[in-house]
């Protein structure tokens, strides 16, 4: 079946600093793929949509200098947390959809900023 | 409004017993409906699509009422297993979520 690998798992990162969360479709090809957060006891909120070779739409809210998002190909998109914050701790998730495949969801990365 | 929205309960229900969750979806124009599942800091796992028709998959039976924006999950039978979120789920060139009902089975 569709696998979406995402890593890191678990992030630990100072305040200031930034991560990244890569995110790929391992035997498929992913035309859009969606990143998520979600906070404890809350529901997946939708960040931003990508689409490969093109600039990603950013949901309302969701301020795109600070969450960078990458998809330069059909694989592989990229989710940059700049200057990550305390608040910013969260799960972030990415969901993959390919042609006639449906959505399938990374395995997500806890990300606590200190 | 919320796009999509859930009792968050949490219920509580023995073994064996009959639960049913529901949800809401403010978009009429919404393409598809799913309930996944989310085990506690797990990603979202799919269980099953939901069709106009009703559809079931075992112990699972889920319902879309599209003139009532609603949809259901019944779930026969509960096992300790079946103790997770489930989350409702409405596409309409991408995915929204409810904000999950917490089910817990007790023996």
């Known amino acids: 079946g569709a696998v979406v690998s995402q890593h890191p798992s678990w992030v630990i990162c100072k305040s200031g600093t930034s991560v990244k969360i890569e995110c790929r479709s391992l035997d498929f090809q992913a035309t859009t793929m969606f990143w998520y957060r979600q906070f404890p006891k809350q529901s997946l909120m939708l960040m931003a949509t990508s689409n490969e070779g093109s600039k990603a739409t950013y949901e309302q809210g969701v301020e795109k200098d600070k969450f960078l998002i990458n998809h330069a190909s059909l694989t592989l998109s990229t989710l940059t947390v700049t200057s990550a914050h305390p608040e910013d701790s969260s799960f972030y998730i990415c969901?993959?959809?390919?042609?006639?495949?449906?959505?399938?969801f990374g395995s997500g990365t806890r990300l606590t900023v200190v | 409004r919320k796009e999509v929205e859930q009792d968050p309960g949490p219920f509580n229900v023995p073994e064996g017993a009959t639960v049913a969750f529901n949800c809401t979806y403010s978009n009429s124009a919404s393409q598809s409906f799913f309930w996944y599942r989310q085990d506690c800091r797990k990603e979202p796992k799919l269980l099953m699509s939901?069709?106009?028709s009703g559809n079931e998959d075992g112990r699972f039976t889920a319902q879309l009422n599209r003139a009532s924006q609603y949809i259901s999950l019944l779930i026969r039978d509960s096992k300790l297993s079946d103790s997770a979120t489930y989350l409702c789920v409405v596409n309409n060139n991408d995915m929204r979520f409810g904000a999950g009902t917490r089910l817990t089975v007790k023996p």
């Open positions: 969901s993959a959809m390919g042609q006639a495949r449906g959505y399938t």
């Open positions: 939901v069709y106009s």
